[in-house]
């Protein structure tokens, strides 16, 4: 009996091992199956590396798409807040200053902080024209009452004033002018125009700096034409003394503005004409500033 149960613990022995022989090799198979996909992953790496370059492709036409929003697809709109007022003594009800101002408003479908940076000019401009007014309320009430009676009951106040006009707009310019005058009883107010130049895609004003790339060549081209056009009539009687040592300080920073002709250089009253000249606007022909002009400006 004893030697029985030592055979039957002997064949369970064997029988034990041999299962244990079969599982060892399921195991290892298992294990290259668990082995397999990352062999797989290691060939497909190629693939991965296309797919991101996808990605690292989607991301730059996400970012040409941040870029393309900043360049408009329309051309402004603009309309005006009219600020215009009568403003009078609030002890006699005498007119002491008329006023007149239409501020331009500035609308980009889809470019909200571009329009604001463009409103933005106008707005400071405005309130630097109501600083200007209070002054001007001042004096007229300083002059109003140093007057007789007789003079002060034909007092008919003073004016000042600030009229905006588009001159172009487009997705790439918007040009802007602003007529502006002051008078204080004299024979004629004195009148100037000056004007905004926009970058539209950006929002920024524009200055000479920006417009040429080579402005002292610019500068002799403009000039010319400003020489051109004031030695002929209309305006050769009206010509200064030593006008042409003023020719040069024509072309300013807030003088000039773009149309689908070209560069228009403004030339106020009193810079190498009388009065009785007016304001000229000398247009200078894209073609003629090609070489010495910023071609992002060129229409």
């Given at each position: 009996m004893k030697?029985?149960?030592?055979?039957?613990?002997?064949?369970?022995?064997?029988?034990?091992?041999?299962?244990?022989?079969?599982?060892?090799?399921?195991k290892n198979a298992s294990e290259q199956n668990t082995q397999e996909p990352a062999e797989g992953n290691r060939q497909e790496e190629p693939s991965k590396t296309e797919e991101n370059g996808k990605e690292e492709e989607n991301v730059k036409t996400e970012k040409d798409g941040e870029s393309r929003t900043t360049e408009p697809s329309k051309e402004p709109e603009v309309t005006f807040t009219d600020y215009s007022q009568e403003i009078r003594d609030e002890e006699n009800d005498v007119l002491l200053l008329s006023v007149t101002e239409n501020c331009?408003?500035?609308?980009?479908?889809?470019?909200?902080d571009i329009s604001q940076k463009m409103n933005m000019v106008f707005e400071q401009q405005h309130i630097t024209n109501q600083d200007e007014i209070d002054k001007k309320v001042q004096e007229a009430k300083d002059y109003l009452g140093s007057l007789p009676e007789e003079e002060a009951g034909a007092w008919a106040g003073y004016g000042y004033g600030m009229n905006y006009?588009?001159?172009?707009?487009?997705?790439?310019?918007?040009?802007?002018?602003?007529?502006?005058?002051?008078?204080?009883?004299?024979?004629?107010?004195?009148?100037?125009?000056?004007?905004?130049?926009?970058?539209?895609?950006?929002?920024?004003?524009?200055?000479?700096?920006?417009?040429f790339t080579d402005e002292v060549k610019a500068r002799k081209i403009v000039e010319q034409h400003i020489l051109d056009t004031i030695t002929k009539d209309p305006y050769k009687d009206a010509l200064l003394d030593d006008y042409e040592a003023y020719v040069p300080d024509v072309m300013t920073e807030n003088t000039f503005y773009f149309n689908k002709k070209g560069l228009v250089i403004i030339c106020n009253p009193y810079m190498v004409t009388a009065y009785v000249a007016g304001t000229i606007e000398v247009e200078v022909p894209?073609?003629?500033?090609?070489?010495?002009?910023?071609?992002?400006?060129i229409i």
């Open positions: 030697k029985k149960l030592i055979w039957l613990a002997l064949a369970f022995c064997l029988m034990a091992a041999a299962c244990n022989g079969k599982d060892k090799p399921a331009p408003v500035i609308t980009i479908e889809g470019n909200e006009k588009v001159m172009y707009a487009s997705p790439k310019i918007l040009s802007i002018e602003s007529e502006n005058y002051d008078w204080q009883g004299s024979t004629h107010p004195n009148t100037w125009t000056s004007s905004y130049c926009f970058d539209v895609s950006t929002g920024d004003l524009l200055y000479l700096a920006d417009v894209y073609e003629e500033l090609k070489e010495v002009m910023n071609e992002k400006y």
